[in-house]
């Protein structure tokens, strides 16, 4: 059986999926947020909680230095920074709660 995909957003978390997360993430989730692309240049950030039944992408809110960002996207070949990458492709099998 193929567990159920979900995405919640953190202040959404019911108390048994942050007992949860606090036991996954003991010294804190900080250094586990993944960027998530969804397409049309839109992408959140959150991280990963893999149930018994359940793998859930939890979003929370990223303070972005956006000076930061600009220089570290030029760096990049233009093809790296395009829509098409597999995050898309993993993430469209979520349905958000």
């Known amino acids: 059986m193929e567990k159920k995909r979900v995405i919640k957003r953190m202040e959404n978390l019911t108390g048994d999926l942050m007992d949860a997360l606090k ?16 397409g049309n240049n839109e992408f959140f950030h ?4 893999e149930l018994d039944d359940t793998t859930y992408l939890i979003r ?7 000076k930061r960002d600009l220089e570290k996207e030029d760096n990049y070949p233009p093809e ?7 995050d ?5 099998s979520f349905e958000e709660e």
Do not use: C, Q, T
């Not at 989730?29 to 969804?38: A, L, R």
């Not at 929370?60 to 956006?66: E, F, S, W």
């Not at 790296?80 to 597999?86: A, K, T």
């Open 80 to 86: 790296e920074m395009e829509e098409g990458h597999d």
């Open 60 to 66: 929370v809110n990223v303070k972005i230095d956006r």
């Open 88 to 92: 898309w492709e993993k993430m469209s």
């Open 23 to 38: 036991e996954k993430y003991p010294d804190g989730w900080f250094n586990h947020i993944i960027k998530v692309h969804k």
């Open 46 to 49: 959150a991280i990963s909680l």
